[in-house]
């Protein structure tokens, strides 16, 4: 297979979209993705704790995928999967970024640039973590890494990711109620005269986002927005009111309460997002995707799925997803088939227009089709899915980790096989048995066979380092 380069990607899809439908008949993108959401973090997935009203009206609109997968079970890998539409270790992304020295590389093709070679406006809002958000003395971004504007994003804000500033804020349980004294916006600290520097980042981001959709919505072409949530990654923080003293209860830790605030107002802002795109008109031929990058942390809610963050059986990879798009696909509808963040660039791109050339690796399928009606892509179409993650020994949960310890996954139909460095430890029948009681890895040695084969393949393959 021949290589090619990412500006000669970016190319061939503007050459494909000259004499396409005009942009106003594209649509808007907003894709919402938590952080450490849990697969039943959300009332419209069976919450008993946290009410979301905004995101149950976004399910009730659209559609629900309650088998959907995380690219990883913590957040920077899963970060580049949805970026990229490619297995994070294809890149060599193999745990969560340090702060320090770890960044998507720049040769990478992602989703911003494809649309935004297609016409589209790009932005990204919160969280980042995938390298590049340092500061020098005078609070301009260091360009020693890739950035979100190296990565296609015309505007963004964001944090500054440096050490030891988060590391700090994270042990004093500021992040959020101090996020706006250390925003990066567009390469640049932002000043103290800035309407947003003490801001709840919750709610600089939230309110941020509604900012650019009436900025873009202004503009002869379509937009991207990429939004990031922080919400729920711990610290856990008291949110402010009113959605403190709305998630108050009798009986739960102090902990418990300030996850349910957080929740609930990040809720809160996803309503004053989809109300903007009633205002002005655009909610119809607007495409909103919310879900998470990795399952639930300490204080969110999984039901009966076996581990959590930081582990690779169901409840720290599977999450919740919900679309809607009003002028393509029916509302109320629950979809039960395989999905996985690999799939969001092909499926942004398939919504756009965009022709991809068969010459950009994916490993993801655009779940279009299935999103208007259509059946879903068969196991035979997808194949064999991966996951990989290094060996993380405590689970980000209430309780210990589950053994054997895995560090990677093959997932064909219904088969999920857990091994560690390559060598199988258990084999689950997951439609029979989802919440993974039952390892069955001693009667099926052939299957065992057969998918031990394809994942060391897999794991061997070449890898693009942060260094192109």
């Known amino acids: 297979m021949r290589t090619f380069s990412k500006s000669v990607l970016v190319l061939f899809v503007l050459l494909c979209m000259a004499g396409l439908a005009r942009a106003d008949q594209k649509p808007n993108i907003i894709l919402l993705l938590a952080d450490d959401l849990g697969y039943g973090d959300l009332s419209c997935f069976g919450s008993p704790a946290v009410k979301t009203p905004n995101l149950d009206r976004l399910a009730s609109e659209g559609a629900k995928f309650t088998r959907f997968y995380a690219g990883s079970a913590v957040c920077s ?138 900025k873009l919505s202004k503009e002869q072409k379509p937009f991207f927005i990429n939004m990031w949530w922080l919400v729920p990654h711990k610290p856990y923080e008291p949110a402010p009111e009113p959605h403190w003293s709305a998630t108050t209860a009798d009986g739960i830790s102090d902990d418990q309460h300030r996850f349910r605030s957080m929740v609930h107002h990040m809720d809160a802002k996803v309503g004053q997002i989809l109300s903007k795109l009633d205002d002005l008109g655009i909610a119809d031929n607007t495409l909103v995707l919310f879900t998470s990058d990795n399952g639930a942390a300490y204080e969110g809610f999984i039901g009966d799925l076996k581990g959590g963050k930081t582990d690779l059986h169901d409840g720290g990879i599977r999450v919740p997803m919900i679309v809607r798009w009003p002028a393509a696909i029916p509302a109320g509808q629950k979809s039960d088939p395989f999905g996985h963040t690999n799939d969001l660039l092909p499926t ?79 084999l689950f029948d997951i439609e029979s048995d989802p919440n993974e009681q039952k390892n069955v890895i001693d009667d099926h040695p052939d299957l065992v066979a057969s998918l031990s084969a394809e994942l060391n393949e897999w794991l061997n393959a070449p890898r693009t380092t942060m260094s192109k």
């Open 348 to 426: 942004f791109c398939e919504a756009a227009g965009v022709v991809l050339p068969r010459e950009l690796p994916l490993d993801g399928l655009s779940l279009l089709p299935h999103m208007k009606g259509e059946s879903a892509p068969t196991a035979d179409a997808r194949g064999t899915v991966f996951w990989q993650l290094n060996l993380y020994k405590s689970l980000q949960r209430h309780y210990p980790k589950p053994k054997p310890y895995a560090t990677e996954v093959a997932m064909r139909g219904k088969w999920k096989l857990l091994a560690l460095k390559g060598e199988p430890v258990e």
């Open 77 to 214: 890998p899963t970060r580049a999967s949805v970026l990229t539409g490619r297995y994070p270790l294809r890149f060599g992304i193999t745990k969560h970024f340090n702060d320090r020295n770890m960044w998507l590389p720049e040769s990478a093709t992602t989703v911003a640039e494809l649309l935004k070679g297609a016409g589209y406006s790009t932005a990204h809002v919160g969280k980042w973590h995938l390298g590049g958000l340092h500061v020098d003395a005078d609070g301009k971004r260091m360009n020693n890494q890739p950035g979100p504007r190296q990565h296609g994003f015309d505007f963004y804000q964001t944090q500054i990711e440096q050490q030891p500033i988060r590391g700090r804020m994270g042990r004093e349980r500021t992040i959020f109620r101090q996020g706006g004294t250390v925003l990066l916006r567009n390469d640049q600290h932002i000043s103290k005269d800035d309407p947003y520097f003490p801001k709840h980042f919750t709610d600089a981001n939230g309110d941020f986002a509604v900012e650019l959709i009436e």
